[in-house]
C-alpha cells in the first residue's frame, strides 16, 4: 500500500509541473505493515550529486544521493544505495541533506531506486517511532500490534515534540474483553527509558489502553482502540506535570 500517489500536471510548453499527493487515511504503522514499495530502510546520506534531465522537452535537475544503509526492512541487500530524486519540491523532490538519517521508502526498478515527497520518506529522528515498530514487526510479523509512547509535554507546549520527554515509572495497561462480558483480560507493561511500550500477537478485538502515571502526573488516561488481526495502532500518551 503506498501512502498516496504522485501526479505530475503537464500543461503546453513552456513546461509547468506541480506537485500533489493524495493521502490515505491509513494509519501509518498500517501503511508500513502493509508497505508493497521497493525498497524500505534507514540509511544515512553520504554524497548528492546532481544532474540535468531533459523532461518533455525541459531540462529538470535531479539528485542522485547514496546511503550507506544502518537497517533494510524490504528490498535492500547490501550496505549501500544509490535513490533518484527530483531537486525541486514542486517536482514532489525530497530534500536530503549530506550527513543526515532518514527511513527511506523507495519504488522502482532496484537498479534506479526513486524517492518522492509523496512517499513515507522522514528524517530518522522524526520516524523514531516507526522505525522502532518495524523491528517489533520484523520480530512479530503475525497478531495485532498496539504501541506507542508516554511522554511530558515540553514545557510551554501543547503539542507532540522531539524534545518531549519519556515518563519514567508509568504503567500502561491493556485489557480486552473475551466471550462478550463473560471475562475479560490485561496485559501490564512499564514504559522504558525512552517512553516506549507495546502489546504484541494480539487477536482481533476491542481494547482499552491506561496509562497509570506515577506521582506528580495525572493519575490515570484511557483510550479505547479497534484492532484487526495482523493490524496495528499506534497511542501515543502526552501529559503535563500536575504543578504545570
Given at each position: 500500500?503506498?501512502?498516496?500517489?504522485?501526479?505530475?500536471?503537464l500543461?503546453?510548453a513552456p513546461?509547468v509541473?506541480a506537485?500533489t499527493?493524495?493521502?490515505?487515511?491509513?494509519?501509518?504503522?498500517?501503511?508500513?505493515r502493509?508497505f508493497?514499495?521497493?525498497?524500505?530502510?534507514?540509511?544515512?546520506?553520504?554524497?548528492?550529486r546532481y544532474r540535468?534531465?531533459n523532461?518533455s522537452?525541459?531540462?529538470?535537475?535531479?539528485?542522485?544521493?547514496?546511503l550507506?544503509v544502518e537497517?533494510?526492512f524490504?528490498?535492500?541487500?547490501?550496505?549501500?544505495?544509490?535513490v533518484?530524486?527530483?531537486?525541486?519540491?514542486?517536482?514532489?523532490?525530497?530534500?536530503?541533506?549530506?550527513g543526515?538519517?532518514?527511513?527511506?521508502d523507495a519504488?522502482g526498478?532496484?537498479e534506479?531506486l526513486?524517492?518522492?515527497?509523496?512517499?513515507?520518506?522522514?528524517?530518522?529522528?522524526?520516524a523514531?517511532?516507526l522505525?522502532?515498530f518495524?523491528r517489533?514487526l520484523?520480530q512479530?510479523?503475525?497478531?495485532?500490534?498496539v504501541?506507542?509512547?508516554v511522554?511530558?509535554?515540553?514545557?510551554?507546549?501543547?503539542?507532540?515534540?522531539l524534545?518531549?520527554?519519556?515518563v519514567?515509572?508509568?504503567?500502561?495497561a491493556?485489557?480486552?474483553?473475551?466471550?462478550?462480558?463473560?471475562?475479560?483480560e490485561r496485559?501490564?507493561?512499564?514504559?522504558d527509558?525512552?517512553?516506549?511500550y507495546?502489546?504484541i500477537?494480539?487477536?482481533?478485538?476491542?481494547?482499552?489502553?491506561?496509562?497509570?502515571?506515577?506521582?506528580?502526573?495525572?493519575g490515570?488516561?484511557?483510550?479505547?482502540?479497534?484492532v484487526d488481526?495482523?493490524?496495528?495502532?499506534q497511542i501515543d500518551?502526552?501529559?503535563?506535570?500536575?504543578?504545570?
Amino acid at each position: 500500500m503506498r501512502v498516496g500517489f504522485l501526479a505530475l500536471v503537464l500543461i503546453a510548453a513552456p513546461l509547468v509541473k506541480a506537485c500533489t499527493c493524495d493521502y490515505s487515511v491509513v494509519p501509518r504503522c498500517q501503511q508500513l505493515r502493509s508497505f508493497r514499495g521497493t525498497a524500505l530502510f534507514v540509511g544515512t546520506v553520504k554524497s548528492i550529486r546532481y544532474r540535468d534531465v531533459n523532461l518533455s522537452g525541459a531540462l529538470v535537475k535531479e539528485q542522485l544521493v547514496t546511503l550507506k544503509v544502518e537497517d533494510a526492512f524490504q528490498g535492500i541487500q547490501g550496505k549501500k544505495v544509490e535513490v533518484r530524486s527530483f531537486a525541486s519540491p514542486s517536482m514532489c523532490g525530497y530534500a536530503f541533506r549530506k550527513g543526515s538519517r532518514y527511513l527511506v521508502d523507495a519504488w522502482g526498478p532496484r537498479e534506479s531506486l526513486n524517492v518522492t515527497s509523496c512517499g513515507m520518506t522522514t528524517g530518522a529522528a522524526e520516524a523514531a517511532d516507526l522505525i522502532r515498530f518495524l523491528r517489533t514487526l520484523r520480530q512479530h510479523p503475525s497478531g495485532g500490534i498496539v504501541f506507542g509512547t508516554v511522554k511530558k509535554y515540553v514545557t510551554g507546549s501543547t503539542f507532540v515534540s522531539l524534545d518531549n520527554k519519556a515518563v519514567s515509572g508509568t504503567t500502561v495497561a491493556l485489557d480486552s474483553q473475551l466471550d462478550g462480558m463473560l471475562r475479560s483480560e490485561r496485559k501490564l507493561t512499564s514504559v522504558d527509558s525512552s517512553g516506549w511500550y507495546e502489546f504484541i500477537g494480539l487477536p482481533t478485538g476491542v481494547y482499552t489502553v491506561t496509562a497509570q502515571m506515577p506521582s506528580g502526573f495525572e493519575g490515570v488516561l484511557q483510550h479505547t482502540v479497534d484492532v484487526d488481526w495482523n493490524r496495528c495502532a499506534q497511542i501515543d500518551i502526552r501529559v503535563r506535570a500536575n504543578a504545570e
